[in-house]
């Protein structure tokens, strides 16, 4: 009876490791995608190209999010056009710009959502990395994906808040 009741311990006990390693999958296809990404992709809202390449590593809600600000991006450029789009630069991350290298840190959460801390950094050629922290959200949809990104570096001219606030903004821009 206690080789049994030991058994099914260490079963339970190895089952949050095994979720944890698929956390920690996901988050790094989900980077490994963004910095194998074409030069000027990761630029504003992804186009459908873009978006199709990442459209498994992320939940159907953020799927759905990015393409309605895709829309709204739409709309914005139809009526306005010598206007710059609605959002400029990389949204996957708070630095304009958008990292050139990743570092996933601890996860923390339950089975249906976990939140990682993700060191980021970006060195461009004679200057010196620019270094950083976000918060990766995924939520178990099907398996781990992401679900939203919290810009947490407080740069003086980056994406602050979250990118799910942002994309929100963009479609309320243009309705």
Do not use: H
């Amino acid at each position: 009876m206690r080789k049994a009741a030991a058994l099914a311990i260490l079963v339970l006990a190895a089952l949050p490791a095994r979720a944890q390693d698929a956390v920690s999958m996901a988050a790094n296809d989900f980077y490994k995608a963004l910095l194998a990404a074409p030069a000027g992709s990761g630029d504003g809202i992804p186009d459908a190209a873009t978006r199709a390449r990442l459209a498994p590593l992320l939940t159907p809600r953020l799927n759905k999010a990015l393409a309605d600000a895709a829309g709204a991006e739409a709309r914005f450029k139809a009526r306005n056009k010598d206007s710059p789009p609605l959002m400029e630069g990389d949204i996957f991350s708070s630095l304009f710009e958008g990292p050139t290298q990743f570092q996933l840190g601890a996860c923390r959460g339950d089975d249906k959502t976990q939140r990682c801390a993700v060191s980021l950094s970006r060195q461009d050629p004679g200057k010196p990395a620019v270094r950083w922290t976000d918060a990766l959200v995924l939520a178990n949809s099907g398996g781990w994906k992401v679900d939203d990104i919290g810009y947490d570096a407080n740069f003086a001219f980056g994406n602050t808040g979250t990118l799910d606030q942002m994309l929100k903004m963009a479609v309320s821009e243009a309705p």
